[in-house]
């Protein structure tokens, strides 16, 4: 592809956040081998925490969809700083993605895939990752959706 | 052992289904490395969710051991595309375990031997795999149970 | 660091205990080229169940807290044994945590904090991990917690 991440990002409209700290006794992004993790993310904007409450119930699932591409980009500023550019990442393998529930809400593939088709429009078939997607009854801060992400780096 | 995988698999009434497509955008299995994953699998026939409901509720543990047996074969026709057949995995090396609880069910393991038995009696010492088995309140489409899988290849 | 790890853990009036056999047809830890992972732990002293109950009804943050650190002293345990020793282990790299969760109870990283600033405190630098700290309706044995651990070794 001859676009840059970063331009098939502004297409979209969106731009690579600051990397969250960690909100705990932990790091938020490490590498071992070729291969990258980052911690849970949230959908946060800054220190706010953008979306609070339980999909299905406080929230559509259009909000825990726009929850986890936020929370997705949260985790690509980690795998940039990690990587020292997402330029560097030859494969994005595998999205950990937990969705806050209201009883009786099974839609989580559908939020989840906020964060994956967001890979997919930015890494192409490099983006084409694995993933679980289950719900939960709780997140941490009250939080719509929390995601971790594994790359591959050369 | 003497027998083939699929042998073992024929002794105990079972056999290998087709590997179940991505019900998202995301790929059911990649290899990294030499580690193969799945992506969390579902209690599928074909395009049929067989196990729908919570466990502790509307579905015994019984069940839900079943349906972890099922997502397992489902797994494993993941790793066998991927790996070029079952016969080339080293060993299963992890067991990613969700299962759709009903409050106050706290048999999460006992349903998960439906999975890990399996694994056992199809690759002996090399099936010995760790895991994690734990409730969730909510589960995609309401299935039973969801589970993912890592293996080694040579 | 000039002090042991056994030692360290002393200072804090702990002991590594017996690794914990595994409570399903699994293994509690294995090696996969230079990564140790574990299976999820619980916070058990021997046979004994210490913590059981959900996070924010039965049981306080405080508690929770405690059945975290209990659970990475038996996580630790596992990695000693499949080690050789925590002296060769080189960094601990991943943190999967759960925690039974009453409705309402978000808390979930200060619970996690429990094992995570243990972690720091005997491996320093090398105990800085990634993380992922979610919420559950039920976990196995009704236990308040479960995690996982992964290091990496030379």
Redesign the interface.
């Known amino acids: 592809m001859s676009q840059t991440i970063a331009e098939r990002l502004q297409d979209l409209g969106l731009e690579l956040p600051h990397a969250p700290e960690a909100?705990?006794?932990?790091?938020?992004?490490?590498r071992?081998?070729?291969?990258i993790?980052?911690?849970?993310q949230l959908p946060t904007i800054g220190k706010e925490l953008t979306f609070q409450g339980k999909v299905g119930q406080q929230l559509t699932k259009e909000d825990g969809r726009n929850a986890a591409q936020l929370a997705c980009l949260n985790a690509l500023a980690q795998l940039d700083k990690a990587a020292g550019g997402l330029e560097n990442i030859v494969?994005i393998?595998?999205?950990?993605g937990?969705v806050q529930?209201?009883?009786?809400?099974?839609?989580?593939?559908?939020v989840?895939?906020g964060a994956?088709?967001l890979l997919?429009h930015l890494f192409g078939d490099h983006g084409?990752?694995?993933?679980?997607?289950?719900?939960?009854?709780?997140?941490?801060?009250?939080?719509a959706v929390?995601l971790?992400l594994w790359a591959?780096v050369a």
């Open positions: 909100v705990g006794a932990y790091v938020p992004v490490l071992t081998g070729n291969l993790m980052t911690s849970g494969r393998i595998r999205l950990e937990f529930s209201a009883d009786g809400f099974t839609e989580q593939p559908y989840m895939n994956s088709e997919i084409r990752h694995t993933r679980f997607a289950v719900g939960c009854n709780e997140l941490p801060l009250n939080a929390e971790a591959e």
